[in-house]
């Protein structure tokens, strides 16, 4: 199944994330599919969520200002297809009112004393605390938030989740779509009506960004971040045979040595080519074993991800270093990644402490050292999840991984079950390393060169900027000035 097979169906589609290039990513599945003669139910918020990625503290004139963006958004829509008769705009109100909700069915304000204890709240069959985890995560940067400071946020979230998995069940009972539509799936905005369709076992599909900027995902009954979907994608896409599968994928390994930005932002294109260490020539004799850490914010709130068995990235690396103790043949450097640059969070703070006592020599984010030279230079790599690990394995590198990845089912890299088994694959001189498949790491370079939908209607102009139908589709004028204007004396 893909988007251009989507024919007479009744759609709901959410939208949920406004900035460029997720409301043109909407407009875009809108169009294609009014044009194919479906009819769509486009469910808008105005307000009703508490809480939301782009305004977690639901600040009204970012409210006002999102709105006005997603009406000219309309606007535009209508003004593209002839079949705009078949375009619903519906409003959460108009199902039930987040007033009414409270009064019938909210318990009210819940406290946790812990962290796993809000993962593990449900709202009736809803996991509502892990969506609002999730969301706390990437509003606080911090994968271990401080659930006193952000009890009111902690509220908003849970208020918001319920309410929203309540009004989706009667969306969706007095619509009956045949499919539904929702971007990303894991915050408190977009889980609720994921969930919904798991529990009502209705078809759903999850848009993000795509391998470029000139795509977008679409993945049916799944989520972006599914392993296993992308395991799946990846080998279909190899089976097609194009006879530049081999070139196309080296190519995504040469850009990104390049630091080119052609899908996101290079996280290493401030490094100097070539820099190493100033340690590393009088460590030159000993086997050096670099880790590439990742930051622990960007999965915390997803189920399934993280070590196999360490409770973080952090505590893994600790152990690690501290079994390492005892070789000093072995040099550890770890290249803390460039995304947690100038943030003050817990992973940063034990980093700095526990960490840099350790016998491990840490690089820090903002260091200009080069990555892809310490990887050349490395004996051993280590990674949680990073592309790193798929990378280095391009570059012919013994690579070790510890969590969850995408490219975890291409035998790039041991996969330890054990803390001893990992330290028998750094430590034991007579280990050997599986001899790896040169084919296996150009699947994923040509899979990530390849996946998604192409745009049609909308062109990016930026990895945040692009037009749909000729037309940049912006908030009007005056309330972005009043926005700018209350931030600024805030």
């Known amino acids: 199944m893909s988007i251009d097979t989507i024919t007479n169906q009744k759609i709901l589609l959410q939208t949920s994330n406004h900035p460029t290039p997720h409301l043109e990513t909407e407009l875009e599945i809108m169009q294609r599919l009014l044009e194919q003669g479906n009819t769509i139910y486009w469910m808008i918020c105005r307000g009703d969520f508490q809480t939301c990625f782009h305004n977690p503290e639901h600040k009204i004139m970012h409210c006002k200002v999102c709105h006005s963006r997603v009406e000219n958004g309309h606007q535009a829509l209508k003004a593209s297809v002839e079949q705009h008769s078949n375009l619903h705009v519906i409003y959460y109100r108009d199902y039930l009112s987040l007033n009414e909700f409270k009064k019938k069915n909210y318990p009210g304000n819940v406290t946790f004393e812990s962290i796993d204890e809000l993962k593990a709240h449900r709202y009736g069959s809803y996991d509502n605390g892990l969506a609002t985890m999730s969301s706390l995560v990437s509003y606080t940067r911090d994968h271990r938030p401080d659930l006193k400071k952000y009890q009111d946020f902690i509220q908003r979230g849970l208020l918001t989740g319920a309410y929203l998995y309540d009004t989706f069940c009667l969306v969706t009972d007095q619509i009956q779509p045949d499919l539904v539509i929702l971007f990303n799936g894991r915050f408190i905005e977009n889980r609720p009506l994921l969930r919904v369709c798991e529990h009502e076992n209705i078809q759903y599909a999850t848009h993000e960004r795509g391998g470029k900027m000139k795509n977008f995902l679409f993945r049916f009954n799944s989520i972006p971040h599914s392993f296993e979907a992308?395991?799946?994608?990846?080998?279909?896409l190899w089976q097609k045979d194009d006879p530049r599968r081999e070139e196309i994928g080296a190519h995504f390994f040469n850009k990104r040595v390049k630091r080119v930005e052609d899908a996101w932002h290079s996280f290493t294109k401030n490094q100097k080519y070539?820099?190493?260490?100033?340690?590393?020539?009088?460590?030159?004799?000993?086997?050096?074993v670099t880790i590439f850490n990742s930051s622990l914010d960007e999965y915390e709130g997803l189920s399934g991800f993280g070590p196999k068995f360490y409770p973080n990235d952090n505590e893994g690396i600790l152990q690690l270093c501290e079994s390492l103790k005892a070789y000093p043949n072995i040099k550890v450097y770890m290249r803390v990644h460039p995304n947690l640059k100038g943030i003050d969070n817990t992973q940063n703070r034990f980093i700095n402490?526990?960490?840099?006592?350790s016998n491990i020599e840490i690089i820090p984010p903002e260091d200009t050292v080069d990555s892809y030279e310490l990887v050349n230079k490395s004996d051993i790599i280590i990674v949680f999840t990073s592309t790193v690990g798929i990378e280095a394995a391009f570059a012919g590198k013994k690579v070790v991984l510890l969590g969850r990845a995408a490219y975890e089912s291409l035998d790039c890299a041991v996969i330890p079950e054990s803390h001893d088994e990992l330290m028998n694959v750094l430590t034991d001189e007579n280990y050997v390393f599986p001899q790896l498949n040169p084919e296996n790491p150009l699947k994923f370079g040509y899979w990530f060169e390849n996946f998604g939908v192409d745009y049609k209607h909308y062109k990016?102009?930026?990895i945040s900027k692009g037009k749909f139908n000729g037309k940049s589709i912006k908030a009007n004028f005056?309330?972005?000035?009043?926005?700018?204007?209350?931030?600024?004396?805030?």
């Open 230 to 236: 992308i395991a799946d994608e990846i080998q279909l």
């Open 274 to 288: 070539g820099k190493l260490p100033a340690s590393f020539e009088q460590n030159k004799d000993k086997k050096i």
């Open 353 to 357: 402490t526990k960490l840099r006592n």
């Open 460 to 462: 990016p102009t930026g």
């Open 478 to 490: 005056l309330l972005r000035r009043v926005k700018r204007f209350v931030k600024w004396f805030a």
